[in-house]
């Protein structure tokens, strides 16, 4: 079974950056539309960046310019840069292929902006 993992979330000032970085137990990228998912308190989760397998990206209008997909499909890993952070940022941040059979959802990794 697939295995996601987050990480590179933090408490970080508004105005400042942060990556986050997202892999995966076995090579399961490759071949996958991958997405980066915002949960901020209370809400559902949203989808805001997403990066195809040739690198091609798509993002919501909220964090366009900010934020930045990329992908190492040799290294499995899929990144998440975020510049310019605002508060209304704050959330849980997740990833996961684009597909009506998502894989089990990791842990998130947290971003906490303080204004």
């Known amino acids: 079974q697939v295995r996601l993992m987050e990480s590179g979330g933090g408490l970080v000032q508004a105005g400042g950056s942060l990556k986050l970085s997202c892999t995966a137990s076995?090579?399961?990228?490759?071949?996958?539309?991958m997405s980066w998912y915002q949960q901020k308190p209370g809400g559902a989760r949203e989808s805001v960046a997403a990066?195809?397998?040739?690198?091609?990206?798509m993002y919501a209008d909220s964090v366009k310019g900010r934020f930045t997909a990329t992908r190492d499909n040799a290294r499995n890993i899929v990144y998440l840069q975020i510049t310019d952070v605002r508060p209304e940022d704050t959330g849980t941040y997740f990833c996961?292929?684009?597909?009506?059979?998502?894989?089990?959802w990791g842990q998130g990794t947290q971003v906490t902006v303080s204004s």
């Open positions: 996961n292929k684009v597909d009506y059979t998502p894989w089990p």
């Open positions: 076995g090579s399961v990228f490759i071949g996958n539309t």
């Open positions: 990066i195809t397998t040739k690198g091609m990206t």
